[in-house]
């Protein structure tokens, strides 16, 4: 239970910041809250060393975020404080930044060492996983070049119309795909590998309720997104297949 307090504690400490965009506009709030609730979720075992450990990598993980988000310096909290980190040029400081998470991933690989050290090998050495991975590495980014290909000529003649507002609306939809085509993808794959395709379908449904090109994007911006989204599918279910088939699962 000690490892499951601090890891949902630790996590919420820092995803919950981020979540309320804290490291851009309030950046102290964002390492006083979670270094206040990492203390909560660190306390009842605070005879041990390895949750403080814990606790200043959720700290310094925070602590980066928000220099990166700041690259000029830390905003001013009603007193002059004097920290070399967090003043000086942009470069500087995101080069600080950078130097803080890594460290703070350093420090997290040297306190749980004797558990994830023999949880990396046994992954790093697991076929299964090996499989797994490429495939999806091959789904989401080999499938978006696939998108790419088969919506080419779609793409084309959208950038071949005369200046209209028809022609600005689906340019500005086609420029929007492609994060969404990344996630899409990426979803596809995973419930399909693990074997839910009604899940899958629900991703289907989800993105066609949430982009679907109405009449002001022209029927050419209709044809490229039912093009692209045939090709995520494409991409998606027949590296799944052959996934789950290379590791002796059923295919679907």
Known sequence: METARLSF??????????????????????????LAYGVYAAAPYADGQRPWVALAVAVLLS?????????????????TVTMPLMVGRLARTRRASVAVLVGAVFLALW???ATVVPLMREAALSDEIAVFLSAALVSVFGGGALARSVTGPVRREILALPDSPERRAAVEFMSAGRAIGLLER???FAFLAAGQPEAAALVLAAKSLARVPTSEHGKHASEYFLIGTLASVIASLGMSMAARSAVGLPIL
Do not use: D, I, N, Y
């Not at 630790?10 to 979670?34: D, K, N």
């Open 9 to 34: 504690g630790l996590a919420a400490a820092v995803l919950v910041p981020m979540g309320l965009a804290w490291p851009g506009s309030r950046p102290w709030r964002t390492v006083l809250f979670t």
């Open 63 to 79: 602590l980066g975020c928000v220099l990166w988000k700041h690259p000029a310096g830390m905003p001013e909290v009603g007193f």
């Open 111 to 113: 306190a749980a060492g």
């Open 186 to 188: 990426g979803l596809l």
